[in-house]
């Protein structure tokens, strides 16, 4: 059974003051007295006192907390992007709420609903392809929102991110002057960023006067994964000499399958990842990756919408965080 919450009146009573007394103190404790500021504190800590912020959130229309929508959890990238995020709103004085969605724009709805409902002051989104409803919820809630990990697409209103295509294009390119012919593009989720990283994969490959090839997969993407997709690529092209993986989870794990078959890398397969993660710098050889400045962009986009937050003027113009190439030794 959920317990009676101490409520502002018993804090008031433990230490003999006015309750409004108390809720100055909770606003801002520099407005009561030094000696009077650690005797509320003491038995705020006494009875686990916990705000209600509903009240304040209802008077003010304002909750001084964004909401943020994530399609994972588990992967790396968005824990870094989110350490970047609450680097800035925690400095500011913002909460952060957070929503899942598992990379379906169904579940983004529920979630974004659920964000909206605590009258959240801006929102920041990792995907541009969102529900009617979403779209309706954005316009209704008349809040600034962000999107994120993509500085070229279409956005509602705000964006922060990098050129996924001409990154993808750029570390197709690095492979391809290595002197490799028949690389294939693997893929899983099929988020839109897999899309767009395979759009620049075969700028390249037609670029260079060559066939793509790509081998891509709905489920989640793992290590093992990474070794499921090479074995189907080499059943299925079996000229397969290198490869380029939406990301680092992939290219570790047909490394693996590599090691398992007895094949060298680079001599017999050329791997590249993406992303960058600690990963690609400790296994051998060093992985071919893009180094995406994850923290920086959950950094820039959560200042941006601060300051949109805030009523100053601030361009609509995307912030490109840029990428860089790395070599590796796999390649």
């Known amino acids: 059974m959920k317990k009676k919450r101490p409520v502002l009146q018993d804090v008031a009573d433990r230490v003999g003051i006015t309750k409004m007394t108390v809720s100055r103190y909770l606003r801002n404790p520099a407005q009561v007295s030094v000696a009077l500021q650690s005797r509320i504190a003491e038995a705020l800590d006494d009875l686990g006192y916990i705000p209600n912020r509903a009240p304040d959130i209802l008077s003010n229309s304002t909750s001084r907390a964004i909401g943020v929508l994530l399609p994972s959890l588990t992967n790396q990238v968005f824990a870094d992007v989110l350490r970047g995020i609450e680097a800035v709103t925690d400095a500011a004085g913002y909460q952060t709420m957070l929503g ?74 690095a492979i391809l002057k290595k002197g490799y012919r028949h690389t294939v593009y693997l893929g899983a989720r099929l988020d839109e960023r897999t899309l767009l990283k395979h759009q620049g994969y075969e700028k390249a490959m037609r670029e260079s006067g060559l066939e793509p090839h790509s081998i891509m997969m709905e489920a989640a993407s793992s290590f093992s994964m990474g070794g499921t997709l090479l074995l189907e690529a080499q059943k299925r092209h079996p000229a397969t ?91």
Request: net charge negative; aromatic share 6%.
């Open 100 to 173: 899942h969605f598992g990379y379906s724009a169904e579940k983004e709805e529920l979630q974004m609903r659920s964000l909206l409902g605590w009258n959240i002051d801006g929102l920041i989104l990792t995907e541009r392809t969102h529900t009617p409803a979403s779209l309706r919820m954005i316009e209704t809630a008349g809040i600034p929102v962000l999107e994120m990990m993509d500085s070229v697409s279409p956005c509602l209103d705000m964006a922060v991110g990098f050129d996924n295509v001409e990154a993808a294009r750029q570390m197709t390119l």
């Open 241 to 331: 000499d290198s490869l380029f993986c939406t990301n680092d989870d992939l290219a570790v794990g047909a490394m693996f399958e590599c090691q398992r078959q007895g094949l060298r890398v680079p001599d017999d397969m050329a791997i590249a990842g993406f992303h960058g993660h600690d990963i690609t710098q400790v296994v051998t050889p060093k992985l071919a990756t893009v180094f995406t400045p994850r923290e920086k962009m959950g950094r820039e986009a959560a200042a941006l919408l601060l300051t949109r937050i805030r009523g100053e003027q601030t361009g609509t113009e995307p912030i490109d965080v840029g990428f860089t190439i790395s070599e590796g030794g796999s390649i």
